[in-house]
RNA sequence: GGAGAGAUGGCUGAGUGGCCGAAAGCGAUCGCCUGCUAAGCGAUUGUACGCCGAUAAAAGGUGUACCGCGGGUUCGAAUCCCGCUCUCUCCGCCA
């Protein structure tokens, strides 16, 4: 959420950063409920503060063994209008959240203004397309004739978006898993963390999914609690309402987890294969920073990402997301897109987003100055790196052959017991 | 699932109705002292929100709230009552 202080002193200039994502929200309101609920807060500070010095005085009476009666009876009133009032505050203030709440980031000076995907610029592209000999096929016709993806049955088991995966497809896909880890844990300096997989209401509030996009997560019955959509959100929360060292920023953590989301509203989208799934595994990269570092950490959680796929050797781009294609918590994404051949078409496998304080004021994840001994909200940062899923998909779609078999990426060579290549049964 | 105990500041731990935002100790920071270190002495040491502050911010001042969370009783609640959450111990069950 936005800072009610900054979005009391700069109503215009909020107003138009909105309106560049395409986003219109009552300011008015906004207004209307601030001024209210500082005045009724006021109102009522006050009239504790008479009843605290009363009080006091009524204590004193006793004491002394004088009549406080006349005291208690207006204590008595004073008090009941204090309740009244409350239940008022209390009122106005989850109105003036519920506003807040829903408001999404303002954009980073440097994000492109644009309405659609279309206008997102592309900063780097690497890697030369495969050229085949061959009509490149999409992964679920591969991964179904070498036996290693069951579509059928992963639909049996649970339904639609859900995949079996089998043998050599299941050792792929957690060779990836654990290949990312190495070199994220490894050579790129973070600390892996295995987390819950479910999350409560706090926890999803903090990182944004709720309570705006409640439709887009499974919930456990009768419970309070969600499957994660990411493991940015236990691992973001991780610190929630925590106040950090100074000497500790930047902090770097790297999770595997799988993801889970309901996908509603997606229908008919990516109907066929792994793309897009109700439940897909993924390792995740999420950075605590001071406000000074965020956008140097921004560019090597990016590169972080990218080098998974240098590494495993397939061609990608990486495009920064234009003001209407940003996320709502996100003050700047990069997306990372892997080529596809089977697709003919880049596809997204990273998406790499600075939060700015967002959502660390929702949180409440602070850090201490040293110099000055005042707290601060961090700046949280996170990136896939890489969906598991959809790297699976390039390596398939990238790696074969005419006949049919997938090469293993080199890099993955030591993940799956020096096996060169996945041919059919 | 059954039985019991507990939750107070960075930590340990007092506090059973007003003098408690909270003793004491530890830790930390600053200063003094000291050949260095240790010891000693002194001071400081939570967060949030509102208001005042010469304009924005800060310094500073002031008020309110916060002793796991939510409600209740009372003129007044860390303290009494009810509900919840979490932690610990024992039993059962289980990977």
Not at 23 to 36: K, N, P, V, W, Y
Request: proline letters at 5%; a neutral charge.
């Amino acid at each position: 959420m936005l800072d009610i202080k900054f979005l009391r002193q700069n109503l215009d200039q909020v107003r138009r950063k909105l309106a560049e994502r395409g986003q219109t929200i009552d300011l008015e309101q906004f207004s209307a409920l601030d001024a209210r609920r500082r005045n009724l807060l006021q109102e009522v500070e006050t009239l504790r503060n008479e009843r605290n010095t009363v009080s006091k005085e009524i204590g004193d009476r006793k004491k002394r063994k004088a009549d406080a009666a006349d005291l208690i009876a207006r204590m008595g009133e004073v008090s009941a209008r204090i309740k009244n009032l409350d239940a008022i505050l209390e009122e106005t203030e989850s109105a003036l959240e519920a506003i807040v709440m829903t408001i999404p980031n303002v954009p980073h000076d440097s994000v492109v203004r644009g309405t659609s995907s279309e206008d997102n610029p592309i900063v780097r592209t690497w890697g030369d397309l495969p050229r085949l000999a061959f009509p490149p096929r999409p992964h679920w016709e591969l991964g179904e004739s070498l036996g290693i993806l069951d579509f059928t049955r992963g639909s049996k088991i649970a339904g639609a978006r859900f995949t079996l995966y089998r043998g050599a497809g299941a050792l792929l896909e957690r060779a990836i898993i654990n290949f990312m880890l190495d070199l994220h844990t490894g050579e790129h300096g973070y600390m892996e963390i295995l987390p819950p997989f479910l999350a409560n209401r706090e926890s999803m509030t903090g990182t944004g999914q709720l309570p705006k996009f409640a439709e887009d997560l499974f919930k456990i019955e009768g419970l309070d609690y969600y499957l994660i959509p990411t493991a940015e959100v236990p691992v973001t929360n991780i610190h929630r309402e925590e106040i950090l060292n100074e000497r500790d920023l930047p902090i770097r953590y790297v999770a595997y987890s799988p993801c889970f989301r309901a996908e509603a509203g997606s229908y008919g989208k990516d109907t066929r294969g792994l793309i897009r799934q109700h439940q897909f595994n993924k390792v995740e990269m999420v950075k605590f920073t001071t406000p000074e570092t965020s956008y140097e950490e921004l560019e090597n959680l990016t590169a972080n990402a990218e080098e998974v796929l240098r590494r495993l050797e397939i061609p990608f781009r990486t495009v920064s997301l234009c003001t209407a294609d940003l996320g709502f918590s996100s003050a700047k994404t990069y997306d990372v897109e892997a080529w596809m051949p089977g697709q003919d078409a880049y596809r997204e496998i990273s998406s790499c987003s600075n939060f700015e304080d967002f959502q660390a004021r929702r949180a409440a994840i602070r850090f201490r100055r040293e110099a000055t001994g005042k707290v601060e909200f961090v700046h949280t940062l996170n990136g896939s790196g890489l969906a598991a899923g959809r790297t699976t998909v390039a390596v398939l779609e990238n790696y074969q052959r005419s006949d049919g078999s997938i090469l293993i990426p080199k890099a993955l060579r030591p993940y799956m017991g020096g096996r060169e290549k996945i041919a059919p049964a």
